[in-house]
T-cell receptor, first 113, second 116 residues
Framework: SQQGEEDPQALSIQEGENATMNCSYK?????LQWYRQNSGRGLVHLIL?????REKHSGRLRVTLDTSKKSSSLLITASRAADTASYFC?????????????FGQGTILTVHP | DAGVIQSPRHEVTEMGQEVTLRCKPI?????LFWYRQTMMRGLELLIY????????DSGMPEDRFSAKMPNASFSTLKIQPSEPRDSAVYFC??????????????FGPGTRLTVL
């Protein structure tokens, strides 16, 4: 399956703390993407990391990728209440499946003010 | 850019009725995706199109569901007849992939469907 599995299912932290979410997958990939979903809204693309990259930063986000372990992590530093949302990873295969994303159940992050 | 536009935002209907959901992708995007999200099953890919042609409809739950993309700026997802178990939030997303090295998707706000 191309689907990523996020861990933990839920994470509750205080504002200012760091939040780390993990993603595991089973197939070889072309890239892996992270998305955020605020309650009642559509998903928003956060960051993409290619299979030949090991780490990528975007603002307060840091993504790592370990293709040997077929895993990725998303770190949100100095979290804010506005970061409260569900976070999904989407591993992307190449070839004919290139356009297709398959999402797991996500990690529900709650940041308490 | 207005982003992906979906209509209606909310739909309440009775079992057995036909439901049509609409999507306008971002101009210039060559891929369009339909998803369904429920608490029980999460976010499921139903079908996706490339240049208006259906590529993979393996996620369409049954024959009651159909999707069309008559042109690059419009797609519909139809459920006929609708059933209570079809109640969900339906998302449309678009992406531009051809000639690019990466393929992030842009999601619409969703249509919340309730079938009574």
């Amino acid at each position: 399956s191309q689907q990523g599995e996020e861990d933990p299912q839920a994470l509750s932290i205080q504002e200012g703390e760091n939040a780390t979410m993990n993603c595991s997958y089973k197939t070889s990939i072309n890239n892996l993407q992270w998305y955020r979903q605020n309650s009642g809204r559509g998903l928003v693309h956060l960051i993409l990391i290619r299979s030949n990259e090991r780490e990528k930063h975007s603002g307060r986000l840091r993504v790592t990728l370990d293709t040997s372990k077929k895993s990725s992590s998303l770190l949100i530093t100095a979290s804010r209440a506005a970061d409260t949302a569900s976070y999904f990873c989407a591993p992307v295969r190449g070839g004919t499946s290139y356009g297709k994303l398959t999402f797991g159940q996500g990690t529900i992050l709650t940041v308490h003010p | 850019d207005a982003g992906v536009i979906q209509s209606p935002r909310h739909e309440v209907t009775e079992m057995g009725q036909e439901v049509t959901l609409r999507c306008k992708p971002i101009s210039g995007h060559d891929y369009l995706f339909w998803y369904r999200q429920t608490m029980m099953r999460g976010l499921e890919l139903l079908i996706y199109f490339n240049n208006n042609v259906p590529i993979d409809d393996s996620g369409m739950p049954e024959d009651r569901f159909s999707a069309k993309m008559p042109n690059a700026s419009f797609s519909t997802l139809k459920i006929q007849p609708s059933e209570p178990r079809d109640s969900a939030v339906y998302f449309c997303a678009s992406s531009i992939i051809s000639g690019r090295a990466y393929n992030e998707q842009f999601f619409g706000p969703g249509t919340r469907l309730t079938v009574l």
